[in-house]
């Protein structure tokens, strides 16, 4: 019944995202937030496209480096995209159980005019699985070393990617999953960095902090945001006690083992949901147009995320998106997302 219900309260929820605009955010804070604006006064960077705009580097591959065409690997090969400082990637040839070498993709050659290359950028559309950085993977788990107001703990985002049926069923993917895991992971991290904040990523089983209590905050944050959506975004919705734009929402004092587990002030939340027409699918919404004149879904992106004070549980800042464009899978697509996900996020 609890099931059932959770689904309910969800499907109500997404059609009220589906409902927005096609790229829609909405910003509430509480009266305790902390605000700044995209930009400090000492013209501090404050957007995630802004500050990967400030460190990243053009890619650039040696003569030493073998090139390998996109979509010219073997049933025992693979691409594996490893993180790098300053938003930097690393492609690695992976065959078999072998080592990997470090190669530089490339795009097909044009079969019609030979030597020349198609124009589309193949690390754009490059789905592939994904390795954290180095420095990234140090900060799991990273404890306590007193209380300090300039750290933030990463929760393990809520993501799942979907392949959607001809009959608009939704088969979640694992790689695809792991992969935009990994990318948010990577980007939110070096994002506070850059920032100047002393991030840390929440492990499970680290510190004292059961898995089970880390996964039902997580699994709590989903529900508060659903209800969030809901309740305070939805007019019809909306309780009367959140009148007047009041913004009273929090995941309890549970949040208080991470504060003195971690050293963190704040934890951020993050909840997204990605899903991507089947050839099937296609094939129906073709075919649904040509007959009927009527347009079948297609995949959607949305999400949410949270500042939460871990010392009191209080939500101190939300914001969603929802968009019908976008590619979770890249990182460039990924980029976009994190960067309308942390709008005007009060730090």
């Not at 006064?41 to 065409?69: A, I, M, N």
């Not at 007047?244 to 003195?260: A, C, V, Y």
């Amino acid at each position: 019944m609890g099931s059932i219900k959770k689904l309910s309260i969800t499907m109500l929820a997404m059609t009220v995202l589906a409902a927005c605009t096609t790229t829609n955010t909405n910003l509430k804070t509480t009266a305790q937030s902390p605000k700044t604006s995209t930009s400090s006064s000492s013209g501090q960077l404050r957007t995630v496209s802004q500050v990967y705009s400030s460190v990243v580097s053009e890619q650039k591959f040696g003569p030493e480096v073998p090139r390998v065409y996109a979509d010219s690997l073997n049933n025992n090969q693979k691409i594996v995209i490893k993180m790098q400082p300053n938003f930097g990637r690393d492609f690695l040839l992976c065959e078999g159980t072998a080592s990997c070498e470090k190669v530089n993709i490339a795009a097909e050659q044009n079969p019609i005019t030979a030597g020349d290359y198609d124009d589309v950028d193949p690390l754009k559309n490059l789905i592939a699985e994904v390795e954290l950085s180095d420095k990234i993977k140090s900060l799991r788990g990273l404890g306590a070393d007193g209380l300090n107001n300039k750290k933030i703990l990463i929760m393990r985002p809520d993501v799942e990617l979907s392949e959607l049926s001809a009959g608009g069923m939704k088969e979640p993917n694992a790689l695809w999953t792991s992969t935009a895991t990994n990318y948010v992971t990577e980007i939110t991290a070096q994002y506070f960095q850059n920032l100047g904040y002393d991030a840390s990523i929440y492990k499970d089983n680290a510190n004292g902090v059961s898995e089970k209590t880390g996964q039902d905050l997580i699994n709590l944050h989903e529900a508060v945001g659903l209800s969030i959506l809901l309740y305070q975004q939805n007019p019809m919705l909306r309780l009367p006690t959140l009148a007047n734009g009041r913004f009273d929402w929090e995941l309890g004092k549970t949040t208080k083992k991470l504060n003195e587990a971690y050293g963190a002030k704040y934890g951020l939340f993050v909840y997204l949901r990605d899903s991507y027409s089947s050839g099937s699918r296609v094939a129906a919404q073709v075919l649904m147009a040509a007959l009927f004149g009527t347009t079948m879904q297609g995949g959607q992106q949305i999400g949410f995320a949270s500042l939460v004070d871990l010392e009191t549980g209080e939500l101190h800042w939300f914001n969603r998106i929802h968009s019908t464009t976008g590619d979770l899978r890249t990182f460039d697509a990924t980029i976009n997302a994190t960067n309308a996900l942390y709008s005007d996020i009060p730090l």
